[in-house]
């Protein structure tokens, strides 16, 4: 059963835990290393086990079959250019090879954006996947159906406001993020339209062929997990059937799940699923939607589509060891 | 000092707990009554005093120099005619007079709309004053300067994104707004552009002239107290200084805060004051604006704005009772 | 597989509820219905499924292997009994069986207490089962191996204070229980000793001998799941190895961790497992220990300790369906 | 009227900008220095002002009536020192001064403790006071009337099981304090009976001639403000009027409320009240009361206290600035 080696770079922020206790769970993976800089020698607890930190230098990269880099942004690259010449596969969650980060292999070869359900294929048969960013994961399947029907009027603005827990804001010990900050709190941040997953949904729009100004704001949640994106967009034509276009691209993905009600972060949290829901805008002169998109940020916006991109790429089948 | 006598109807949500006790605090004002459908006879601790509820028809009405109206929407508007009649000044925190909602005073005539930065002089010398909603004041005030001055795109649509903290919702038991539903939950609400608050500020905006579509749509999120908007507009040409139409219309308003750095929730609560900032969308072909405003749901957005509007009409100081 | 039939009377509550989700993960159990008190015809989503509540007296009992009772207080015992006569086993989560509430069945028989770690040969074998409360699962347990070596101190007090997260008072919708209400709040509740669990701690510690006062604090707090009891005692000597009574007693248990460092809710919640440390008390006179014990009160305080029951019940292996 | 001029020391924890707060509030204190390690030149907003933190080196002491030390413990006593030098009277919330702490001044004198209600008289005297713990405030103050009267079962055990907001572990980016490490979690913390606070309150206690073991259990709430203390106590008989000592003892004071129903958090946060409920416990054999004692930590608890204790020793009235 537990026939497949993975190891887990950087597993000592949030997205680097769920990953190993997705792979603890996992029914076809083995954990055998989980690196943490600065912590070599301590343990977490992941299950029943007690998982114990090495040094990144002392990962033994060439026992695995597949290794996950939840490094930072930067750091990423060189330990991913070392997983594969150790010949294991290699998920990379940071954004060093994500569209629109000019980012590339030591080949200059470029790696297949792993948003699964856009990319299932191309995923399927790579080495290396670049695994998207949280919030361009919500958004970029919300707008999708959209993309591709080109329903978008050509330069409209789309504005997203997009919500996420504080464990998007990683596991570092800033004040601003502590509990007594936190609690009773909501803000925007990164005011501006400059966001770093701005230029990886645009690069990815692009493209597609969409001209539109994507305007993304993000705030932050006092919640520990889960991302909503509200998105307003004006169409090229009123649509009878505004779920339709949702409907036709999306209506047998496993991990999508398309609802009459509007998500909440409740439903989806602990999950790999991304819940959508659209409803027409009353009250408007021009044709226009509102989309909603709810998923959990460490799940399907991180750790949970890193290990759908993993069986894929290691011939399992797509859904194990995730929840839906 | 205390010479002017107020009472409260509807004094047992969020809004008239509030009221009563800004009331309690203010120099000038004295409470003599607060009168709570169907607990007649319980008390509310207020400050250091407690206060009995007495029911509505057993307020004296007619001994108060002002009226705090906190009653239902439809209800309220019979107690407004009754509390004019016995002689008393009025302020209606119902959506019964507002703008859009279609209702008026028994001799026809209209209510004063009591956003105060926008209609001070009318307020001064009004019998009756329709209380904004809390959406509608964060809001409008937002985009008042851009209006004014005619910068907004015309016939763009204007998306605002807002989230609200519970108390909004009212002190029902609904079994949706458990703690145990809200913690760590976030979701939209009323979804599709038909909001109550949109009607208000459809015609708040229509009266000034703009020709916009507003496509608002409300969150509820788990914290009690605190609403902040995000609103993206397309103006008609760029702006050198972005916050410059807000500094020239709002420069001198003592509740009005204009701010560098993105306002927070906990800026505002407790306060009643609107913190406003202005960031220009980067990487976007049109030239469009990101707005975030904050403040208090219950205070600028419910009591403390009434008593703003109370202090004028009592031709009282208008910060009086209030804290910035 | 999944051969066993089982249904769940009062579903819509959050015990309920988390039976319904159990039952449904349990790979050899299968629920056929779910009954709710005037939510008949309403859906709740249970992992990928809809299920409709059905009224009570519509529920097929005899189609039944094991019947769960969620039912409130004082309802519950007649369904334990058309239950039992329609032919299905039961496992009864309100207080109506429980030892200290004077309740029996019709044929005047008792049924065994189930709290399933010092009961379990009782609870294999028998046709109904009265599941504890959730307090005095956490506390019990933690006093056991004490009670079991007569170590307690005779006469001694023993104070209890306890924290319940939220979900502990129901899904009733109370005022009182409103998010804006409970967030940034903690009080206890019960005060004076005579909370309705406190019979039943005491009418099992004197079955088991100890002779002491007992003096139960519960507390609200604002979490959603979890409890934790914190308890001192004092000892007839002192104990060189402060743990060891309890890890002879209960070294085995799969439920039962013993913990060297104090436990937190977020290392039991979502899991059927108790986690329980002890201190020696330092700068005392007397021998004094404080121990800590913490568990989900959704799980372990309801239904994942009436699942563990329901397996033995059954014949299945104990562990199954429910997370350690 | 702001004819007092007064500095903080160590301005940029939680205590101390309470403290800063409440001198820019008060209505005969000027606040003419705040002192910040490591982040001179910063500015925090107090009201409508900012205020720059200076370096503790750079503040002058010689112009400052009175000074508040928030230095952390070990640091402060130093700097209590060269205050007083420099003709300022002081205020040390630190726990250097405090009894069971082995701190003296220079000249071998001890300070008075301010534990307001029970040194009222030292305090207006002195130059120099030591501020209590804030679970030292909740605690002895509800012991104090069973002390004063030699009600408590000598030889006792006193357990108390207190709960604090995470404030109370002030304002350090430790990563155990994140928002999503915090929310909806509970833990005990300092276990085993010899937390900091337990020498300063043994002391006290031995002062006023009790003999008992105290044994404190102190927990971290998923709040940012607020204490709750619980606190089980054995008597030497039995009492009619279970609240009476209470009431003989602290009837008048201003910051002391004696209530029938049990206090919670939400009734003192942000005022410098303590409010004690007292019941007995029912089904003891031993004549048993539960006392519930509740209190903000940062005002009462910390600075509020202190600006009690600093109007004393100005000369002023003792509730200025103050809220009850």
Known sequence: MHN?????LG????????????????????LIFAT???QRGQSLRIGKKNLTFVATEDAPLDQADLIFSALPHGASLEWVERARAAGAKVVDLSSDLRPG???HLADGACAPYGLTELYRDKVRGADIVANPGCYPTAILLALHPLV????????????????????GAGFTPRPDLLFAEISEDFRAYGVGNNHRHLLEMNAELKIRGAENDLVFTPHLLPVARGILATIVVRLTHDLDDPLGPWRETFGEE???QLTETTPALRDVVRTNSVRIS??????????????????DNLTKGAAGQALQNANLMLGLEEQLGLAA
Chains 1, 2, 3, 4 share one sequence.
């Open 254 to 256: 496993p991990f999508i």
């Open 278 to 295: 659209v409803a027409k805008a009353a009250n408007t002169t021009a044709p226009t939607l509102i989309i909603t998109s709810a998923m």
């Open 101 to 103: 980060n000019n980012g």
């Open 11 to 30: 597993a000592s922020g949030y997205a680097g835990r769920e990953l190993c206790q997705l792979v603890e769970a996992h029914p076809s993976l083995h």
């Open 36 to 38: 943490a800089h600065g």
């Open 4 to 8: 497949l080696s993975v190891g887990v």
């Open 148 to 167: 591709e029907k080109k329903l978008l009027e050509p330069q409209s603005t789309i504005p997203v406001s997009a919500a996420s827990g504080v464990t």
